[in-house]
């Protein structure tokens, strides 16, 4: 409880940095940040060290490691990279082209993890078009001696997560596993924020059906909660399984005392996919209360119809009787006849429009 507190406070009151910002990427076009960490302290306090230069000052003295931070780098930019630090060519495949299903791999000693960033769109009002969750993509290698970071879209900027890190030098000192232990629970931590701002539209959306006027168009604004749920769904259940294995078995990669941190972390995704589930279960019965008081609403303008066509057959019958012209016909030629006739009608039809209204059809 009091983790999940300092975290929350943290949120609020961290500064916030946007390092993608082109005026802190002298680099190129992809290298965003290259900071070199020995023994959890931050040694180039401009974060623009030259790739190649940096990794041989790590591993000339065999102590720390140098966090690349990229974005949206092309194959070309990366390869130069990659094999400089000896990364599998299908890793690097999947790193470079967007769109992957999240997963933490392994390849020899290196962890690839690909995670989907989500933010919750603000909305005054949902519609059948709104758009409720966004997304992004966040790619991470994990070795010996480096972390590098591959963002894709335009959310996931790792500054304040970097600055989190930095506050913690115990931390830091752990390793490149610390920054991805870092990566994997701001992400997570998202899930848990959009899926708890996801509850408020899906209570609007039931209180708007379950109201005394709700209307007839409420399923298309259900039917877009679903398909934005499902999004959120895509990015926060595949990572279920990775995670509970890099909390649970032996893996040369992950040193032991490490594992409890991942545990934490797939604590907290497993309480986003169970949130996930429940809203899914509940928009479900949502919809068919819906759809069920629009069947009903249905019947009930049936019946009214059905009722005023009753009411209105009387004096159609009538006057359909009196309009087939034969001379010999009940009070045809009795000066009194026509209002009698009119009489007859407006009662038989009072008569008939009360006897619905107390059965309840009018």
Known sequence: MFSNLRRAVRRTYR???????????????????????????????????????????????????????????????????????????????????????????????????????????????????????????????????????????????????????????????????????????????????????????????ETMVFSEHGGRGDAGRIYQLKRELLELRRAVAPLSRPLQQLSTQPIPVIPPEMRTYFRDVADHLTRATDQIAAYDALLDSILQAHLAQVTVAQNEDMRKITAWAAIVAVPTMVCGVYGMNFEHMPELHWTYGYPLVLGVMAVACFVIHRGFRRNGWL
């Not at 790619?139 to 790792?158: E, K, N, S």
């Open 15 to 205: 500064r916030t940095v946007d390092l993608s910002h082109p005026a802190r990427s002298p680099l190129g076009s992809a290298v965003v940040n290259c900071i070199v960490y020995r023994e959890g302290v931050r040694q180039d306090g401009h974060g623009h060290a030259d790739v190649g230069e940096a990794l041989r000052r790590v591993r000339k003295t065999g102590e720390g490691f140098v966090w690349i931070g990229l974005h949206e780098p092309s194959q070309e930019e990366f390869a130069g990279l990659a094999e400089l630090l000896g990364l599998h060519p299908l890793a690097v495949g999947d790193a470079v082209q967007a769109h992957q299903r999240p997963k933490i791999e392994r390849y020899d000693d290196t962890l690839f993890a690909v995670f989907k960033t989500v933010r919750y769109v603000e909305h005054e009002e949902l519609t059948a078009t709104s758009e409720v969750v966004e997304t992004g993509e966040l790619m991470a290698f994990a070795g010996a001696d480096f972390v590098i970071t591959i963002r894709h879209g335009g959310r996931g900027t790792l500054g304040s997560v970097r600055e989190e890190l930095e506050a913690l030098p115990e931390q830091v000192a752990k390793g490149p596993v610390a920054v991805l232990h870092a990566l994997a629970d701001h992400v997570v931590d998202e899930y848990v924020a959009v899926t708890d701002a996801v509850q408020n539209d899906i209570d609007a959306v």
